[in-house]
């Protein structure tokens, strides 16, 4: 009978935990994929690689909310079966208040795992794998963005403007290419974008190639030339960030830095040096020990099972519980600043949900007998 109301009240807050993290992660991703939309609109890529690199970010958000959900799934569940008196079938089937406290840690632990097996692969792999989409991209909508008497600077390296834009036809056409080699200077009465299978050209007519690289001035007319715009690279980051990069290699990294003492070396695609100690801090703190806190949420929201529905002090105490379960969440966004501060600092903060959660779990024994 306990394993059967047990793996009842496991299901219900599991349940709600998918509908909640879900309903958050869908809105959290619906605001972002708004701003992704000058992948598009400012760096020229195509609507595929916004969908798919939109889409790959979704695991990150719901990492991300992933502890502030567990607590409103749990709060919630709890607080409803103590309204509804159903608390009561646990007290009549012979469980203590400390052995229901220890099965929902027993089961924040399964969660604990999910985070972290989530924060530790899951979510490197799919940011990198969404900075793919934009290394691998062409520059689909480039040519839609060209617009008359507008400076266009969206491709690295390359600034055009022109006076007339009809469909695809240009008139009065000026072009800087601030290659570091060899700038130059293109002045066009006309031209043109042609595409041959996935590449654009820029068709240029009856104009002038001003060469001024290496303090040397050259010119020289032309009737025809093409500028391949498949050989310019887009403006949008596409080198891996360290929330992209393997946790493997980043541990590797802050190894080097911390205890062989190395100034600079690559790993992987990871360029590792002291200047980046601090983010590297943060984002392996962020994976391996910021899931710790789902313990100490689960055993703050166990709180609310202390007075009965009927208690008068039962509503102040929901308050204070919900109050103390949000001050935690952000508690531990909070932390991820300050695990780099110092190594004092960054002991301190790893240590943060581990000790609090065994002062609170003792006080909650201790309130236990003083309830009953």
Same mark, same amino acid.
């Given at each position: 009978?306990?394993?059967?109301?047990?793996? !009842?009240?496991?299901?219900?807050?599991?349940?709600?935990?998918?509908?909640?993290?879900?309903?958050?992660?869908?809105?959290?991703?619906?605001?972002?994929?708004?701003?992704?939309?000058?992948?598009?609109?400012?760096?020229?890529?195509?609507?595929?690689?916004?969908?798919?690199?939109?889409?790959?970010?979704?695991?990150? %958000?719901?990492? *991300?909310?992933?502890?502030?959900?567990?607590?409103?799934?749990?709060?919630? %569940?709890?607080?409803?079966?103590?309204?509804?008196?159903?608390?009561?079938?646990?007290?009549?089937?012979?469980?203590? *208040?400390?052995?229901?406290?220890?099965?929902?840690?027993?089961?924040?632990?399964?969660?604990?795992?999910?985070?972290?097996?989530?924060?530790?692969?899951?979510?490197?792999?799919?940011?990198?794998?969404?900075?793919?989409?934009?290394?691998?991209?062409?520059?689909?909508?480039?040519?839609?963005?060209? *617009?008359?008497?507008?400076?266009?600077? @969206?491709?690295?390296?390359?600034? %055009?403007?022109?006076?007339?834009?009809?469909?695809?036809?240009?008139?009065?056409?000026?072009?800087?290419?601030?290659?570091?080699?060899?700038?130059?200077?293109?002045?066009?009465?006309?031209?043109?974008?042609?595409?041959?299978?996935? *590449?654009?050209?820029?068709?240029?007519?009856?104009?002038?190639?001003?060469?001024?690289?290496?303090?040397?001035?050259?010119?020289?007319?032309?009737?025809?030339?093409?500028?391949?715009?498949?050989?310019?690279? @887009?403006?949008?980051?596409?080198?891996?960030?360290?929330?992209?990069?393997?946790?493997? @290699?980043?541990?590797?990294?802050?190894?080097?830095?911390?205890?062989? !003492?190395?100034?600079?070396?690559?790993?992987?695609?990871?360029?590792?040096?002291?200047?980046?100690?601090?983010?590297?801090?943060?984002?392996?703190?962020?994976?391996?020990?910021?899931?710790?806190?789902?313990?100490?949420?689960? %055993?703050?929201?166990?709180?609310?099972?202390?007075?009965?529905?009927?208690?008068?002090?039962?509503?102040?105490?929901?308050?204070?519980?919900?109050?103390?379960?949000?001050?935690?969440?952000?508690?531990?966004?909070?932390?991820?600043?300050?695990?780099?501060?110092?190594?004092?600092?960054?002991?301190?903060?790893?240590?943060?949900?581990?000790?609090?959660?065994?002062?609170?779990?003792?006080?909650?024994?201790?309130?236990?007998?003083?309830?009953?």
């Amino acid at each position: 009978m306990k394993k059967i109301i047990f793996n !009842n009240l496991f299901k219900e807050i599991v349940l709600f935990f998918i509908a909640c993290s879900i309903t958050l992660t869908l809105i959290v991703w619906i605001l972002q994929a708004v701003n992704f939309l000058d992948i598009v609109s400012e760096d020229g890529h195509s609507l595929s690689t916004y969908f798919m690199y939109s889409f790959m970010n979704i695991p990150k %958000i719901f990492n *991300k909310l992933l502890l502030l959900s567990f607590f409103l799934s749990l709060f919630y %569940i709890l607080t409803v079966y103590e309204d509804r008196n159903q608390t009561l079938i646990f007290w009549i089937n012979g469980i203590s *208040k400390s052995q229901f406290l220890n099965s929902l840690i027993y089961l924040s632990f399964l969660f604990l795992i999910f985070s972290f097996f989530l924060s530790f692969f899951i979510v490197p792999f799919t940011q990198d794998k969404a900075r793919s989409f934009i290394r691998s991209s062409s520059l689909d909508f480039f040519p839609s963005l060209i *617009k008359p008497k507008k400076f266009i600077d @969206t491709v690295e390296n390359l600034t %055009i403007f022109l006076d007339e834009k009809n469909k695809n036809s240009l008139k009065n056409i000026i072009i800087k290419d601030s290659n570091a080699s060899n700038s130059q200077l293109i002045i066009a009465k006309q031209g043109f974008i042609s595409s041959n299978e996935d *590449k654009k050209f820029l068709n240029l007519n009856e104009g002038i190639i001003i060469n001024y690289g290496n303090q040397n001035l050259t010119s020289f007319n032309f009737e025809k030339t093409r500028l391949n715009l498949s050989n310019y690279s @887009t403006k949008t980051t596409v080198t891996p960030k360290i929330q992209e990069t393997k946790s493997k @290699t980043i541990i590797k990294c802050i190894k080097l830095l911390y205890f062989d !003492n190395q100034m600079i070396k690559k790993i992987e695609n990871l360029k590792c040096q002291k200047n980046i100690l601090k983010n590297l801090t943060q984002e392996i703190y962020k994976r391996v020990f910021l899931p710790f806190y789902i313990p100490l949420i689960c %055993i703050i929201s166990c709180f609310v099972i202390l007075k009965s529905s009927s208690h008068s002090g039962y509503r102040a105490l929901k308050y204070k519980v919900f109050l103390l379960g949000i001050f935690f969440v952000i508690l531990a966004q909070i932390s991820i600043n300050l695990v780099s501060l110092s190594s004092f600092f960054g002991i301190a903060t790893i240590l943060i949900p581990i000790v609090i959660s065994t002062i609170v779990y003792f006080f909650f024994m201790i309130k236990m007998k003083g309830e009953s």
